[in-house]
Structure formats: C-alpha cells, structure tokens
C-alpha cells in the first residue's frame, strides 16, 4: 500500500510525490469501501502541517478525525449505502453522469479517445466504466509519477485534468457532502474539493 500523503511537502519533489500520493489516496477510498489496513494508517496519520494555513490542512484533519470516530464497518456500510446497491446508487460516482446526465454517454467516449492517446485501458478485472472518479485519480496519480516523461509531464495532466476531472468533481462532491449519511465521505469529498482548488488554481499558473 502506498504511504499517506503529508498534507503539505516542502520542496517540488516532496510536493509532485504528496500530489501523487493524495490522488492515489482518493482512488483507494472512491474505488471500494477502505481497506483495514488503508484506515489503520489514516487513524495515525499526521495532521499538523509543517507551516500553519496551507489550504488542505484542516481538511485532511478534518477526515483523520472522522476516521479515528468511526470504526471500519461503519465506514464500510457508509460507501455502500452511498455508492452501492443494486440499480441507482444514492450518488454516482461517475462523470458522464454530471457532464451529460447520463451513464456512457459521449464524456466516456472522450475519455476514452484520450486514454488510448496515453497508451491507457481499463483492466478486464475492472467493473467500472473509465469515468469513475477512482479510476481518473489514478491516471492523474500516473501521469503525475509515471516513469515516461512524454506522458507523465504537466503539460498532459493539465489537460486531463482540465478536461474530464474539474468540470464534474464540484458538482461529485456536493452531492456527496449534503447526503445525510454522509460523515466519513463528507469529509472525504471536502478534501477532495479542496485538493480539486489546489490543482485547478496551480495549472491556470501555468497558462
């Protein structure tokens, strides 16, 4: 299991390896409910930040004081009763649903287009559609700390991330924070909004 990331790093390579590591967080706790293990490390983890005031820190308190309230199966029946279940889930975790309105709509084909251009698919063993937002953590967490640099490189996580994660993950995480089952993945989906900020803000220095 990757370590947890530190929420704030002190120099660009601890920030590009904490930014990998917190998209990769996500994709653990979006994709099923948290491993033992995964929630073991969070209880322990770290919450004061280097220097006082950067923008996810009370966030990320924010969920390690949520995990430390809750124990593992109630984290387990909070996914399921928001993400799981047969036919409609409480919320969709998937963009197509928030750019189109609709399951496997023309954002999936979009997506993936660009995930072949990467040289990506999606594993047979894998259930989901690509849009998922764990399966879109993960491909930033790739193209992020991937070892091909003409892939792995801020210009190409620029772009997916402007195209198939910020127009949708607001909306994902509104929904997600005012459902009224929601406390362990409220604080998930804050962090996430507040993660989504951070990004957004640092590709537009960029442009």
């Known amino acids: 299991m990757m370590p947890l990331p530190e929420p704030h790093a002190s120099s660009a390579l601890d920030e590009e390896t904490a930014r990998a590591e917190l998209y990769g967080l996500l994709a653990q706790l979006f994709y099923a409910p948290p491993a033992s293990e995964l929630l073991a ?77 990467l040289g990506l698919g999606r594993d047979d063993a894998m259930s989901d559609t690509e849009d998922h937002i764990a399966y879109l953590s993960e491909v930033m967490r790739y193209l992020i700390a991937g070892d091909d640099v003409a892939v792995a490189n801020l210009a190409r996580q620029q772009a997916f991330f402007n195209a198939h994660l910020q127009p949708w993950v607001g909306p994902l995480c509104d929904a997600i924070a005012q459902h009224p089952k929601a406390r362990f993945y409220a604080a998930v989906a804050e962090l996430t909004r507040a993660f989504a900020s951070v990004e957004t803000q640092g590709f537009d220095m960029l442009a």
């Open 41 to 117: 490390n969070l209880r322990v983890a770290v919450t004061e930040a280097p220097a006082p005031g950067g923008f996810l820190e009370e966030p990320w308190r924010a969920l390690v004081g949520v995990a430390r309230e809750l124990d593992d199966d109630a984290i387990a029946q909070e996914y399921n009763d928001l993400f799981g279940g047969v036919g409609k889930p409480e919320v969709y975790l998937y963009g197509s649903h928030y750019l189109s309105g609709f399951l496997n709509e023309k954002p999936l084909a979009r997506l993936r287009t660009e995930l072949t251009s």
